[in-house]
């Protein structure tokens, strides 16, 4: 088959993917209307299309479920939402009550039922540590910072909890022009309250404290403190135990995950002689629970802390073929790719952020002419992760050093991590 001929193979299914994703982005204004409108749309425009719905209505599933050799979820995923959705908390502040009372009020005129009272909520989120600290706010003499050039120091709370309920919160802080002696005395507070005062009630597992005059940062470039309790939280994943650093990516919805790296499993076929490159590994979730079925398996990472906790997740389960990097997969592939020129086939995983793959790895991907399967699982798929796709399966391109064979797009599943939003994972297989 000529190379232009499996991009144009691919190309109707790239685009009735886009357009599938565009319309469901725009168009759908409650949440829970999505499985309707996605696994519609793709039913009718991508070939071999598979929902992975978790669906309260039961009359609906039956009616539209397809035939499929793939896993259906396992009971843990009807557990209840407030053991799966982790929030990231900010603070309420009087100018964003108005937006959101704006935005309650057109959500009405376009007829989206709004569910306002707790009793009614079918997801608890964590509304005891929030209140905690926004009462705690109150009580401090130093004001909340929204925007940095307006002052302030206090800034949001991200609380992560797992199946156990062991919880970790951590605090991120403007410390503006405050001195060291003044920083300490603000975290000892912090620490007083949460241990002995108020929010004692919250009995979190440990408490960090991050300095940061940056949107977002990472631990080294501004170390999450540990004001007091574990340093780690740990969670279960198809067998095995996870740590889990401040600092480290791991999927909110446990259940979720599960059904997702099912998925992933059944899409690359594992074999005994496979080699595996899980690339954005994060804590190696993924690699670790498909190390067993394979010969070896390389993640890469960006984020120091979740590499070392892939490291001791791989120790502690008595995982022994895995090898862990840290650092930018676009360094790290060419280098690590250049060194197997000597097995037969490849097999890559990405799971990249929102932002999608840096075009070297996907150039590195491309031109590696051994790796013959890649699983791509995508958190923005109608974002930048459409310039991935196009890139892997367009005819060569020597502008853009994209010289191997292009790939095929086979099959897209959409895996629902994220119940009630409009949000959704989607897992892309390409072969060549």
Not at 72 to 94: C, H
Not at 277 to 289: H, R, V, Y
Request: hydrophobic share 35%; aromatic share 8%.
């Amino acid at each position: 088959m000529s190379k232009l001929k499996r991009f144009t193979d691919s190309l109707p299914l790239l685009m009735a993917l886009s357009s599938c994703l565009r319309h469901v982005c725009q168009n759908v204004g409650h949440p829970l209307r999505i499985k309707q409108v996605f696994s519609g749309l793709a039913s009718d425009k991508v070939c071999g299309l598979t929902t992975k719905k978790n669906g309260h209505d039961k009359s609906w599933k039956t009616q539209h479920r397809k035939i499929s050799s793939h896993l259906d979820p396992d009971l843990s995923w009807e557990e209840s939402l407030s053991d799966m959705v982790t929030p990231l908390w900010r603070i309420g502040y009087e100018e964003q009550l108005k937006k959101l009372a704006s935005q309650l009020k057109e959500l009405s005129k376009n007829q989206v039922e709004i569910t306002q009272t707790p009793e009614e909520l079918c997801c608890t989120l964590h509304p005891i540590v929030p209140s905690c600290y926004e009462e705690m706010i109150h009580q401090s003499p130093l004001n909340s910072c929204l925007m940095f050039y307006d002052g302030g120091h206090w800034r949001e709370i991200i609380v992560r909890t797992n199946r156990e309920s062991h919880t970790m919160a951590i605090i991120t802080f403007h410390p503006q022009k405050l001195s060291q002696e003044e920083l300490y005395v603000q975290k000892e507070a912090v620490k007083e309250y949460f241990t002995r005062g108020p929010g004692a009630e919250c009995n979190l597992t440990s408490l960090y404290f991050q300095e940061s005059s940056m949107t977002r940062c990472t631990h080294e470039q501004s170390p999450y403190q540990l004001l007091f309790g574990e340093p780690h939280i740990y969670e279960e994943i198809l067998g095995l135990k996870f740590r889990i650093s401040p600092d480290a990516f791991f999927q909110i919805n446990t259940a979720g995950a599960e059904v997702l790296y099912r998925t992933v499993q059944e899409l690359i076929q594992v074999e005994g002689n496979m080699v595996l490159f899980d690339i954005c590994c994060g804590t190696g979730a993924i690699g670790l629970s498909v190390a067993h079925q394979v010969s070896r398996v390389f993640g890469i990472e960006l984020v120091e802390q979740a590499i070392n906790d892939a490291k001791w997740n791989a120790s502690f389960n008595g995982i022994s073929n895995c090898q862990f990097y840290s650092g930018k997969a676009e360094v790290i592939l060419p280098q690590l790719l250049s060194s197997l020129e000597e097995e037969r086939s490849l097999t890559a995983i990405v799971n990249p952020s929102r932002a999608g793959l840096h075009y070297r790895v996907v150039r590195a991907v491309r031109n590696c002419k051994l790796i013959r399967t890649l699983v791509y699982v995508s958190c923005k798929p109608d974002g930048e992760a459409m310039r991935n796709f196009i890139e892997l399966c367009c005819p060569p391109n020597t502008q853009k050093k994209l010289f191997g064979e292009p790939f095929a797009l086979m099959h897209a599943i959409p895996v629902d991590l994220f119940p009630h939003t409009s949000h959704c994972e989607l897992v892309l297989l390409f072969k060549r």
